[in-house]
């Protein structure tokens, strides 16, 4: 199940997992994992998911949400109950992430039947809280929006272009060095303005960095 709604600008800045973190407890002889993951797209959710259900694929259930975007976000969500009674799994996990203050999360609780049933009441209470003890303890980084660019300068330039990279923390994807020397970088969207301007410089006005495409933050 997906959503529609409202998402945060593409430069917002906020907390997101770092890694996955998982978490396990045992309430009434069933055992819950939560499973924590940064996804940055619908993608990536759904292929946690996958590797999720191929880890425990003898699970009695592995219940998911997500929330692609910012911490409270609406737009890219998902959930699903896999087999336990309607709402009383996926819609409590959804709830705790779009109020946690985390962006950019998908949480699968897979469950060990033991035998005790718990009721709807306490399914919710159980994969909601889940996730809750899970995000207790969630190591957590700030989201920092990337931009990629391409430039070439002639070969006389190619020394000040190498020196200004750690200024701007650009990370080289590519380098080629045919009739002039061709850059593809990646750095933080509040740097181009420096690597611009200092380019500019370089080439008298001649060149500027040329953004590829809309980049995913890191």
């Not at 003898?58 to 309607?86: F, K, M, Q």
């Not at 889940?130 to 929006?145: G, I, K, N, S």
């Amino acid at each position: 199940m997906t959503g529609a709604g409202s998402d945060a600008r593409h430069d917002a800045r906020y907390p997101v997992p770092v890694g996955r973190h998982r978490v396990e407890s045992v309430i009434d002889r069933s055992r819950f994992i939560c499973t924590i993951e940064r996804v940055r797209t619908v993608e990536e959710a759904q292929a946690f998911i996958r590797a999720m259900n191929a880890e425990f694929a003898d699970a009695t259930h592995n219940c998911w949400a997500y929330v692609v975007g910012a911490p409270g976000s609406t737009d890219r969500i998902g959930l699903s109950d896999d087999g336990e009674p309607h709402g009383t799994a996926g819609r409590p996990m959804l709830t705790v992430l779009q109020h946690c203050g985390v962006g950019e999360t998908a949480a699968v609780v897979t469950r060990y039947y033991g035998g005790v049933k718990l009721g709807t009441g306490g399914l919710v209470k159980a994969y909601g809280g889940a996730v809750q003890e899970a995000l207790a303890t969630l190591p957590t980084e700030e989201r920092v929006d990337t931009v990629t660019v391409t430039f070439a300068v002639g070969y006389m330039h190619v020394g000040a272009v190498q020196q200004l990279l750690p200024e701007v923390n650009a990370e080289v994807l590519q380098q080629d060095f045919g009739v002039e020397a061709q850059f593809v970088l990646r750095l933080p969207r509040v740097d181009l303005p420096v690597l611009s301007n200092h380019i500019g410089n370089l080439t008298r006005g001649a060149v500027q960095p040329r953004e590829v495409n809309a980049e995913s933050p890191t």
